[in-house]
């Protein structure tokens, strides 16, 4: 199936410094790829959509100048954690559609922030 | 608005046979998945439902009547990896995921 990596699988940060993380499509080509963050015990929240060739599309909410997204190329979204703080400490993943319909989404393993 | 229900954890017993409930409203319809998530891990595709009726796979089956804004999750078989968290997402009109907080479902041996 359908394999998207992301990497660290986990980083710890002072407050204050910026942290990025990479998404990336193993063997398919991603448009469009969405990035989620977690907190514990919680559902999953979009944060953004990201859009290979434009910018992306940040939800309600999400402060895009904090989190800077680049979609790269059909292969590899970055999400920039910037000015880090405590509070956005979390588990933050990444998706991205197989199909033409975005019918399948296959999920990239995590990445756990830690911001200290 | 758009809203998901699904309860908040369910107990069953190893080689037993468990249903999970999900009621939806969304704005728009464009199909539903069932997704598996351990603690700690993403969430793992298993079905993806857009007509009525029931999916079968393997030891799971979904089942979706769009009409009443419904789906189950039937995992029959029970394993103690079966733990984990089952996670309700319809896709609206827009193509977009919307999550519930999921089921935690702990198999007892």
């Known amino acids: 199936g359908a394999v998207v990596s992301q990497h660290p699988s986990w980083v710890i940060c002072k407050s204050g410094t910026s942290v990025k993380i990479e998404c990336r499509s193993l063997d398919f080509q991603a448009t469009t790829m969405f990035w989620y963050r977690q907190f514990p015990k919680q559902s999953l929240m979009l944060m953004a959509t990201?859009?290979?060739?434009?910018?992306?599309?940040?939800e309600q909410g999400v402060e895009k100048d904090k989190f800077l997204i680049n979609h790269a190329s059909l292969t590899l979204s970055t999400l920039t954690v910037t000015s880090a703080h405590p509070e956005d400490s979390s588990f933050y993943i990444c998706?991205?559609?197989?199909?033409?319909?975005?019918?399948?989404?296959?999920f990239g393993p995590g990445t756990r922030l830690t911001v200290t | 608005g758009q809203n998901i229900d699904q309860p908040t954890e369910m107990t069953a017993t190893e080689g037993a046979i468990v249903q999970i409930n999900c009621t939806y409203q969304t704005s728009g319809f464009n199909g539903l998945f069932w997704y598996q998530q351990h603690a700690g891990e993403a969430p793992t595709f298993l079905s993806y439902n857009v007509l009525d009726g029931l999916e079968e796979k393997g030891r799971f089956s979904s089942f979706l009547s769009r009409s009443k804004g419904y789906s189950y999750l039937l995992l029959k078989e029970l394993q103690m990896k079966d733990s984990a968290s089952y996670l309700c997402?319809?896709?609206?009109?827009?193509?977009?995921?919307?999550w519930g907080a999921g089921t935690k479902l702990i198999i007892k041996p």
């Open positions: 997402a319809p896709m609206d009109s827009n193509y977009q995921l919307i």
């Open positions: 990201s859009n290979e060739g434009s910018k992306a599309t940040y």
């Open positions: 998706s991205a559609p197989t199909g033409a319909t975005t019918e399948e989404q296959y």
